[in-house]
């Protein structure tokens, strides 16, 4: 018999059009649902995976007005008596400095070493008198001296060590030939960056609507050897660019190669050799496109313009010390401790309140109600406020719990909002979980001479805790995220909790405050970090729970 020449044979059968146009539409169709998941899939993943990345590895790029690197010996001009290092007391994370943060710690403009190394630690400032004093005025302060009125005038090197080393947060100088002294001792030496690169003001001023905003290290290095020949290489005006190096055998020259360039440095052609600030001043106003380094106090006193230099800082943000210290200065500096501790009271109260009436009212309305009008309307209703917008119900907690029961902004008020606000869920939750229990589960049950209560709470309830879970884990990964409806009601005080009546920041109120205020995008990607691994430990958990009871259940 001759076979259809519309058939296909596949396996040894012939399929017909309409199958093929089946199997097509089978595959079709798998083949999109595969898309869309992997899609879905990959979203999830990346923006998971970028804050975990930021929230663990801190990758900044930040301006500054001196070099990126910097050096421990510090010198005002060669051939000096006494070479300089700064040093700090052990406890600070600190390992280098500008010079700018060096004055200022030591006149007193910063009083706090939160502001350099995230640590709630008041600065205690050491000095020295004699000739290394006078040269550390010259290298640090470019105007007249003016120590912080607290600072302690120590006698000598090894007296300015033991000090800085047994008191925490201190800070001072000593001769470089006695840095050695420092191993063993609980103190250690600064780098400290000074040199700045400046130019001639029209390299700064805009061309076609764009300006020169800042260098890398790795652009510094190539115009001082010779590989860039004009501005507009750099996206600045179009002028040559003009080099300054000071005179070979000087400090500033000396310096600068060793932190700039990795090999010998070979001065290019185009180069003018300058001996002092002031000729690297009139050079830098002669020539439009000239560029020089020179040492920042310098390029104050002379009033030089200078070109911002990028500087990469990659270090580790989520350390133990941001989980385990308590916050201090709103949040700036310190930790999280004590705001976890909040957030994991409020998950702890929300769910003692919320679980055990979201699972009543989902018995009542599956077991008991009547399915009448009411229960529709009870049912809307539910689903109604499972879709009313957070700060509808931190209004809703701020007028009743603040205002009309006068319980105030505290960690009561903030949790019986919540409460309300995820109720809904839960009780749809639930609902869905107790209705997918057999039917025949029920008769059983009854007809070994149960009750109705004692069916529903001894067969029902605990076949359904494995959908009730669930319904409580979506309940807490909504709690958990929350901020809106807690800033009205629960407050902002970082402090641990004292109890239900005082103000508590919990982590999704904390990354938004920092994101608002613009204390630390870092600070704010390690908290959001620390809120997703809660929510990861708690669905672990839960699951593994949920999973053993299912097997002892059936």
């Given at each position: 018999?001759?076979?259809?020449?519309?058939?296909?044979?596949?396996?040894?059968?012939a399929?017909?059009?309409?199958?093929?146009?089946?199997?097509?539409?089978?595959?079709?169709?798998?083949?999109?649902?595969?898309?869309?998941?992997?899609?879905?899939?990959?979203?999830l993943?990346?923006?998971?995976?970028?804050?975990?990345?930021?929230?663990?590895?801190?990758?900044?790029?930040?301006?500054?007005?001196?070099?990126?690197?910097?050096?421990?010996?510090?010198?005002?001009?060669?051939?000096?008596?006494?070479?300089?290092?700064?040093?700090?007391?052990?406890?600070?994370?600190?390992?280098?400095?500008?010079?700018?943060?060096?004055?200022?710690?030591?006149?007193?403009?910063?009083?706090?070493?939160?502001?350099?190394?995230?640590?709630?630690?008041?600065v205690?400032?050491?000095?020295?008198?004699?000739?290394?004093?006078?040269?550390?005025?010259?290298?640090?302060?470019?105007?007249?001296?003016?120590?912080?009125?607290?600072?302690?005038?120590?006698?000598?090197?090894?007296?300015?060590?033991?000090?800085?080393?047994?008191?925490?947060?201190?800070?001072?100088?000593?001769?470089?030939?006695?840095?050695?002294?420092?191993?063993?001792?609980?103190?250690?030496?600064?780098?400290?960056?000074?040199?700045?690169?400046?130019?001639n003001?029209?390299?700064?001023?805009?061309?076609?609507?764009?300006?020169?905003?800042?260098?890398t290290?790795?652009?510094?290095?190539?115009?001082?050897?010779?590989?860039?020949?004009?501005?507009?290489?750099?996206?600045?005006?179009?002028?040559p660019?003009?080099?300054?190096?000071?005179?070979?055998?000087?400090?500033?020259?000396?310096?600068?190669?060793?932190?700039?360039?990795?090999?010998?440095?070979?001065?290019?052609d185009?180069?003018?050799?300058v001996?002092?600030?002031?000729?690297?001043?009139?050079?830098?106003?002669?020539?439009?496109?000239?560029?020089?380094?020179?040492?920042?106090?310098?390029?104050?006193?002379?009033?030089?313009?200078?070109?911002?230099?990028?500087?990469?800082?990659?270090?580790?943000?989520?350390?133990?010390?941001?989980?385990?210290?308590?916050?201090?200065?709103?949040?700036?500096?310190?930790?999280?401790?004590?705001?976890?501790?909040?957030?994991?009271?409020m998950?702890?109260?929300?769910?003692?309140l919320?679980?055990?009436?979201?699972?009543?009212?989902?018995?009542?309305?599956?077991?008991?109600?009547?399915?009448?009008?009411?229960?529709?309307?009870?049912?809307?209703?539910?689903?109604?406020?499972?879709?009313?917008?957070?700060?509808?119900?931190g209004?809703?907690?701020?007028i009743?719990?603040?205002?009309?029961?006068?319980?105030g902004?505290?960690?009561?008020?903030?949790?019986?909002?919540?409460?309300?606000?995820?109720?809904?869920?839960?009780i749809?939750?639930?609902?869905?979980?107790?209705?997918?229990?057999?039917?025949?589960?029920?008769?059983?049950?009854?007809?070994?001479?149960?009750?109705?209560?004692?069916?529903?709470?001894?067969?029902?309830?605990?076949?359904?805790?494995?959908?009730?879970?669930?319904?409580?884990?979506?309940?807490?990964?909504?709690?958990?995220?929350?901020?809106?409806?807690?800033?009205?009601?629960?407050?902002?005080?970082?402090r641990?909790?004292?109890?239900?009546?005082?103000?508590?920041?919990?982590?999704?109120?904390?990354?938004?405050?920092?994101?608002?205020?613009?204390?630390s995008?870092?600070?704010?990607?390690?908290?959001?970090?620390?809120?997703?691994?809660?929510?990861?430990?708690?669905?672990?958990?839960?699951?593994k729970?949920?999973?053993?009871?299912?097997?002892?259940?059936?």
């Open positions: 018999m001759k076979q259809d020449e519309n058939t296909v044979k596949r396996g040894g059968f399929l017909s059009p309409h199958t093929r146009k089946v199997r097509l539409a089978e595959t079709t169709a798998k083949l999109t649902l595969w898309i869309a998941a992997g899609i879905t899939m990959g979203t993943f990346i923006i998971i995976g970028y804050i975990l990345f930021r929230g663990f590895v801190s990758d900044l790029r930040i301006q500054h007005e001196v070099l990126p690197v910097g050096s421990k010996v510090l010198a005002y001009e060669q051939n000096v008596k006494d070479d300089i290092v700064v040093i700090a007391n052990g406890d600070i994370r600190a390992t280098e400095l500008t010079i700018t943060e060096v004055t200022e710690l030591f006149n007193g403009e910063i009083d706090n070493w939160g502001e350099i190394s995230e640590q709630d630690i008041d205690r400032v050491f000095l020295q008198d004699g000739n290394i004093r006078e040269e550390f005025e010259r290298v640090v302060f470019p105007d007249t001296p003016q120590f912080v009125e607290t600072a302690v005038v120590a006698d000598g090197d090894i007296q300015i060590i033991d000090s800085v080393a047994n008191t925490r947060g201190s800070i001072g100088f000593i001769s470089a030939a006695n840095v050695e002294l420092l191993s063993n001792t609980n103190s250690h030496a600064l780098y400290v960056r000074r040199i700045s690169v400046a130019v003001i029209e390299v700064l001023n805009p061309t076609n609507g764009i300006r020169l905003r800042y260098l290290g790795e652009q510094i290095e190539n115009i001082f050897l010779g590989k860039y020949r004009n501005w507009s290489e750099l996206g600045a005006a179009d002028l660019i003009e080099i300054a190096v000071f005179s070979e055998g000087s400090l500033v020259r000396s310096e600068f190669e060793s932190v700039l360039f990795k090999s010998e440095y070979i001065l290019p185009n180069a003018s050799v001996a002092n600030p002031s000729e690297l001043a009139q050079f830098l106003v002669q020539n439009p496109g000239a560029i020089g380094y020179v040492y920042y106090n310098d390029a104050i006193v002379y009033d030089l313009s200078l070109v911002y230099i990028e500087r990469r800082e990659t270090q580790l943000n989520l350390d133990p010390a941001f989980i385990l210290e308590a916050p201090r200065r709103a949040g700036r500096v310190g930790g999280i401790s004590t705001i976890i501790l909040n957030t994991l009271f998950i702890f109260l929300t769910l003692l919320a679980g055990p009436i979201g699972v009543a009212a989902a018995v009542y309305l599956t077991e008991y109600a009547k399915q009448n009008r009411m229960n529709e309307i009870l049912r809307f209703g539910t689903e109604t406020l499972a879709g009313i917008p957070s700060i509808i119900f209004l809703f907690g701020f009743l719990f603040v205002m009309y029961l006068d319980i902004v505290g960690l009561l008020s903030g949790t019986l909002t919540i409460t309300f606000m995820i109720l809904p869920t839960i749809r939750a639930s609902e869905e979980a107790i209705k997918s229990v057999p039917q025949a589960m029920r008769e059983s049950s009854l007809a070994l001479g149960a009750t109705k209560w004692q069916t529903v709470v001894r067969v029902v309830v605990p076949a359904a805790i494995p959908g009730i879970m669930t319904g409580l884990i979506l309940a807490i990964g909504r709690a958990v995220g929350e901020t809106a409806a807690l800033l009205f009601t629960m407050g902002s005080d970082y641990l909790a004292r109890d239900f009546l005082s103000s508590a920041r919990v982590l999704s109120v904390h990354l938004y405050i920092l994101v608002r205020e613009g204390i995008f870092e600070r704010a990607f390690a908290t959001g970090t620390i809120l997703i691994i809660i929510i990861l430990l708690i669905n672990f958990v839960t699951n729970l949920i999973g053993r009871m299912v097997r002892m259940h059936g």
